[in-house]
């Protein structure tokens, strides 16, 4: 079974109904998945969760691909952020870590 690492702040963007459902064990739940659907991403607000600064982020959607837009706009205002490839599906086919706790802010 993979672990989740310590050192990395794991940025859940999918919707809160699909995070309480299931999600990676310590992460953070920031629903902004329906604003990067439709490539509306320009007016992403992160606001709602403290992120650090000085910590890599791994951004989580459902394959992956949302998760890399959200990257991309966390870097544009300076964090070490990356997304999970793959996503939440992939993690499920890699590992059994989730939990059914939700962090949702």
Same mark, same amino acid.
């Given at each position: ?10 940025? +859940?963007? *999918? ?5 309480? &459902? ?30 650090? +600064?000085?910590? &890599? ?15 991309? *706009?966390? *870097? ?6 990356? *997304?999970? @490839? ?8 890699? %590992? %059994?870590? %989730? @939990?059914? %706790?939700?962090?949702?802010?």
């Amino acid at each position: 079974m993979k672990s989740r690492p310590d050192d990395v702040f794991i940025l +859940d963007i *999918r919707p809160a109904y699909s995070f309480e &459902e299931e999600h990676i064990d310590g992460s953070y739940n920031l629903p902004v998945y329906d604003q990067l659907k439709g490539k509306n991403f320009i007016g992403l607000d992160v606001s709602a969760v403290e992120l650090p +600064d000085d910590q &890599e982020i791994a951004v989580v959607c459902f394959s992956g691909s949302n998760a890399a837009i959200a990257a991309s *706009r966390l *870097r544009e205002h300076g964090f070490n952020a990356k *997304r999970m @490839i793959g996503g939440i599906n992939g993690w499920q086919s890699e %590992t %059994t870590g %989730t @939990i059914q %706790t939700a962090q949702t802010v």
